[in-house]
């Protein structure tokens, strides 16, 4: 009971209605593009990629550039990438504004932990809200290969984690959290409550879409992948994979 009074208290957004981690952090702002560059040690050992907004990339041609362009530990700028087709590499950048103490706005997983692990009474209202995470396509992570990592209408959904980085948990479908998505639903909708015919529902939808994905994965191409993509459901990065 104290635990779930503790995650209620810090992680259970209302206006939201899902957990979310809470935090001095900014949920407004926008993605802008950035040139890459590449910059260096000193005695040039060691270089690495590095973004410049437009602004810095346009002041540092001019000259006029008034902050170091590159990192403290890379501080030589080198040469700006290309892109192969005689244009500049670019990659978009998540530019925040105001940080401030509030609910972090992503619906993925991490907002269902309560719900994957059974935490929650049956008869709270806080299932049937996360129920509806679940089981929406739109506003939540449902598709019709199984759960994805993250909403489909979130800002960073398929995002790169970092530039040159792909998206890992941003999307993509992975079983280990499907799984225990299953088990919580196979208790809810075992346990006498509100929420036990929309869980009943949900748990036969997911089993047969998860199940059926899987298996039409491996008799393709004979392998257990890493994850499966949210959109086809194909099998993508490391296979043979069952370590989750």
């Known amino acids: 009971q104290d ?7 810090w992680h259970w957004d209302d206006s939201r209605k899902r957990y979310n981690d809470f935090g001095l952090h900014s949920n407004d702002g926008k993605y802008a593009p950035h040139v890459v560059v590449k910059c260096g040690t000193p005695d040039g050992s060691a270089s690495v990629e590095h973004a410049l907004s437009m602004d810095q990339y346009k002041q540092l041609q001019q000259g006029r550039t008034k902050l170091p362009p590159c990192p403290a530990d890379f501080p030589k700028f080198l040469f700006p990438l290309g892109d192969g087709q005689g244009g500049l590499l670019m990659r978009e950048k998540f530019m925040p504004k105001k940080e401030r103490l509030q609910f972090v706005d992503h619906s ?13 009474p049956a008869d709270s209202p806080r299932v049937g809200d996360l129920l509806e995470l679940v089981g929406d396509p739109a506003k939540g992570i449902w598709s019709d290969f199984g759960l994805r990592s993250l909403a489909k209408g979130d800002k960073m959904y398929l995002r790169d984690n970092a530039p040159g980085d792909a998206p890992y948990w941003r999307g993509p479908i992975w079983i280990n959290c499907n799984f225990l998505a299953v088990d919580a639903l196979r208790h809810y909708a075992a346990v006498e409550g509100p929420h036990r015919t929309r869980a009943s529902e949900l748990l036969e939808a997911l089993r047969q879409n998860l199940v059926g994905n899987i298996l039409k994965n491996y008799q393709r191409t004979g392998f257990l992948w890493e994850q499966y993509n949210q959109e086809d459901g194909i099998g993508q990065r490391t296979h043979p994979f069952n370590g989750w």
Do not use: A, M
């Open 3 to 9: 635990l779930l009074t503790s995650l209620d208290r």
């Open 108 to 120: 993925g997983y991490v907002s269902l932990f309560p719900l994957l692990l059974r935490l929650l």
